[in-house]
Nanobody
Framework: QVQLVESGGGLVQAGGSLRLSCAAS????????LGWFRQAPGKEREFVAG????????PYPDSVKGRFTISRDNAKNTVYLQMNSLKPEDTAVYYC????????????????WGQGTQVHVSS
């Protein structure tokens, strides 16, 4: 089992920045691929960033490309999502997820999920 706990969400004005963190409970964290997803009310869960166990990134979707950056610190069992130039359409609950396979953009293949952290971007 892997427990994931997100933090860092909040209210920010458009154009601002936030850094989300996701701390994992398991010592084998370094062998897991990690993803960040978001879900706005009435919408499907959307992939925003992913990183392999070795640190390679999955391609960012156009909606966040150039603004969001995923990184991981295996020594701290933590994955980060740096979000810059935030827009009101980035408002959503953000989730981190882990899987023991390769990094994927599909939420269906991830085995473990955090509880989510709310991000609200005001215009």
């Amino acid at each position: 089992q892997v427990q994931l706990v997100e933090s860092g969400g909040g209210l920010v004005q458009a154009g601002g920045s936030l850094r989300l963190s996701c701390a994992a409970s398991r010592r084998t964290f370094s062998s897991y691929a990690l993803g960040w997803f978001r879900q706005a009310p009435g919408k499907e869960r959307e992939f925003v960033a992913g990183i392999s166990w070795s640190g390679g990134n999955a391609p960012y979707p156009d909606s966040v490309k150039g603004r969001f950056t995923i990184s991981r610190d295996n020594a701290k069992n933590t994955v980060y999502l740096q979000m810059n130039s935030l827009k009101p359409e980035d408002t959503a609950v953000y989730y981190c997820a882990a899987r023991s396979g390769v990094v994927s953009t599909s939420p269906w293949v991830y085995d473990y999920w955090g509880q989510g952290t709310q991000v609200h971007v005001s215009s």
